[in-house]
């Protein structure tokens, strides 16, 4: 240890017992609103160092409360997400099922208008493998009594007709294919014509005469001559005229949406009905065949 010099223990003694004096008298002392003077100066001694450490204890404690509300955060916003993607789901299934319904009611009301005519309703459920023939595949076969040959339509016009029937299923040629066709005629002047497939959206009117009047909107509708679809059925509506050798370039937009075929109707019969927005016109003469002789309708 160091040793005090001898002249210093004496002012080391006094300033000792001012100290212990001076303390004594702090804890005797009182203060009206603040208590004994030991105990303010202990307070003011030692308060920095409290508010120090609560501030250090405050700032790590709310760290750590919000890194773990982040990861909170993070999880739900992950089961919102997950939430909203099912809702999307449901909303988009349920808009496909309001259209299929919207769909089935127009079938069941164009049947009930029609019920004494037979018809087979059908659901499409696959189309053509190959790119050169327009094809779909039905739901309904020999068992529920489709046969090859029949007519197949919707409540908007022709389809096509069964070119297979198998017990379960049945194969369709689309009115647009290549190899399709039906008797047809000019809801106007009722000139008949044979229309066929291209192998693109739009149809052709065969071997209508240059001298022929036709206009463009004018309606074709079928003739009942192919012994395939009864008669007066939308075909579609003329759609462009060109003038040809020796007959009229004649193209026709289909009355129904032969890309979007959903469910459809099969005519086991050739019996006549009437469609929506078929109009006879009051001046309609007999009609008419195209001057030529056309080969026949491929059946």
Partial sequence: MVAIPSRHKSLVLLAGVIVLQVLMLAVQIKR?????????????????????????????????????????TTK????????????????????????????LAVLLNFRKSHSDVPMITARVIGTGAGTASLM????RGERDGIHKNMGVITPDGVVGKVVEAYPNASQVLLL?????????????????????????????MKYVPNDDDVNVGERVITSGMDRIFPRDLPVGTVA??????????????????????????????????????????????????ASSSPPAVRR
């Fill in 240 to 289: 462009e005229i060109k003038p040809g050798n020796p007959f009229k370039q004649i193209r026709i937009k289909p009355s129904a949406n032969l890309e979007r075929l959903e469910e459809v109707l099969v005519l086991p019969s050739l019996r006549p009905l009437e469609t929506k927005g078929e109009e006879h016109p009051s001046n309609a003469q007999p009609a008419p065949i």
């Fill in 176 to 204: 647009t294919d290549k190899e399709s066709g039906v008797g047809a005629m000019l809801a106007n002047s009722r000139i008949q014509s044979p229309v066929g497939g291209q192998g693109e959206p739009l149809l052709v």
């Fill in 32 to 72: 009206d609103s603040e208590g004994r003077l030991i105990r303010v100066w202990t307070v003011r001694a030692v308060s920095p160092f409290e508010r120090a450490g609560s501030s250090g204890f405050g700032w790590f404690r709310n760290a750590w409360r919000h890194y773990f509300a982040l990861q909170n």
């Fill in 136 to 139: 779909i595949q039905l739901d």
């Fill in 76 to 103: 739900e916003n992950e089961q919102i997400r997950r939430e909203n993607d099912a809702l999307k789901l449901q909303v988009a299934q349920l808009q496909g099922k309001a259209a299929e319904a919207d769909r």
